[in-house]
């Protein structure tokens, strides 16, 4: 089905002309499609990967003093390779004889880090992430406002756009939706596998993946000697994907002192493998916990890394799936919402809650097919202690039905959720 498909990223409608005065960096994992979307965007300019050790020397060889004249407007690929670079560009920028540039990397750390100290207040910051559902169902639209879940945030109650909403998808469409959302919940989002036919040689391919992750961006980001220890919490990590993250235990299991613990999920981190979901912070009904919770932006990176294998349909696949969906859509629009999750030490939790400038949205996950009001009783319980500021409950699940329990309260398939469709 994804045979020549030709996706339009969200992020590109945000993306800036050429004409204007303005540098560019985009960043993100390896293999999310960076060179692809910059090479088709800004297919006007010139192109050089830093990957190639000759364009590193090229390069480095050209005078500050005639880096406009002699490079000009252009793109430059892996810059975080060459780091001497971002003086250059910053001189040329800075004395009005470089206008645009677009600058590219999958190490978040080492680029940030140079942004920080040479480029700041000079350049627009765009994330690149796995495949997110909406850019597969519709690939050639770039009118994701159109996205079920960001409509809800613009709204002032859930029921003026869910009233609205067809309640079942049919045909083709649902087809497609189904498709997609199967294929991102076991093989993930990572750009090469769209066009990869065999089963095996995507299991490959995410083997090839986390050896090549472990030797480029650690070898580039932390100068790991010896990376056994790094694979094993690694895998450990993530297996404890959706619970409330324990540095004691994750050092005491790894083997590896609690700071070394942080330093290593620290590195997922800012190399866009995972992230932490902190916990809402506002006590509305009991003492709340702190501790934060660990996702994983690719479902098919977090089977192969924890050994679930490709076959297995569980809860917390799903919940991770629904997380890294939800937070790949929010930083590529780089919305003004917040995403958490809400846990009291007594035991009452809610997956999800995104904070908008109109109030608060509670999200459960549930990994079935059919919903019961008895899956709404958590979120009422949070709607009556919220009281003002409410948005709505929404029970996300596998169904095929948007279903309204009460006022304010729906049941949602999740391919809905995150589509036009």
Partial sequence: MWENIQVKRVIERYLPDVRRRQLLLITGARQTGKTTLVK???????????????????????????????????????????????????????DGSLNFSVLTGSSQILLLKKVRETLAGRTMLMELFPFMLTELTDPKSKKNDAVLFSRMLKCETIDEVLNETASVLIGKKLELAKYAEEWLYIWGGMAP???????????????????AYLERDLGDLANLNDLKPFRKFQQIAALRTTNLISFSELSRDAGIGIETARRYLEYLHISYQGFLLQPYHKNLTSSLVKTPKLFWFDNGLLRFLSGLGFEIDSGQLYENYVASELMKFIRSKRLDVKLTFYRTRSGMEIDFILETTKGILGIEVKNRSVVSKS???????????????????????????????????????????????
């Fill in 40 to 94: 088709e965007r800004y297919k006007e300019l010139p192109y050089y990967n830093l990957d190639a050790v000759e364009y590193r020397d090229q390069l480095s060889s050209i005078s500050t003093f005639r880096w406009a004249r002699d490079i000009g407007a252009s793109v430059i690929d892996e810059i975080q390779k060459e780091p001497g670079l971002f003086d250059k560009i910053k001189y040329a920028f800075d």
């Fill in 193 to 211: 596998l769209i066009h990869i036919n065999e089963s095996q040689d995507r299991k490959y391919w995410l083997k090839d993946y986390t050896t």
């Fill in 375 to 421: 899956d709404f009783t958590r979120l009422k319980r949070l709607a009556d202690a919220a009281k003002t500021g409410w948005l709505g409950g929404i029970v996300i699940y596998k169904g095929n039905q948007i279903q309204r329990f009460n006022e304010g309260f729906w049941a949602v398939p999740s391919f809905r959720f995150f589509s036009a469709l």
